[in-house]
């Protein structure tokens, strides 16, 4: 007998629904065995450029 899932479809597509108006595009969705749905982007994040205050305040 196996367990009854911890989610459905409808809260998978809810939860990418979401993220899309968001404005963010996912490349990846990843379930874990608790239920928890942990959505990716599909693109990295621009480069920041570094702070000089983080050099002077010993953060870098």
């Given at each position: 007998m196996t367990a009854p899932a911890r989610f459905k479809q409808d809260d998978i597509a809810r939860?990418?629904?979401?993220?899309?108006?968001?404005?963010?595009?996912?490349?990846?969705v990843e379930i874990d065995p608790n239920g928890k749905i942990v959505i990716l982007s599909d693109t990295v994040a621009p480069a920041v450029e570094p702070n000089p205050w983080d050099t002077c305040l010993g953060k870098a």
């Amino acid at each position: 007998m196996t367990a009854p899932a911890r989610f459905k479809q409808d809260d998978i597509a809810r939860a990418v629904s979401g993220v899309i108006k968001g404005g963010m595009r996912p490349g990846r969705v990843e379930i874990d065995p608790n239920g928890k749905i942990v959505i990716l982007s599909d693109t990295v994040a621009p480069a920041v450029e570094p702070n000089p205050w983080d050099t002077c305040l010993g953060k870098a």
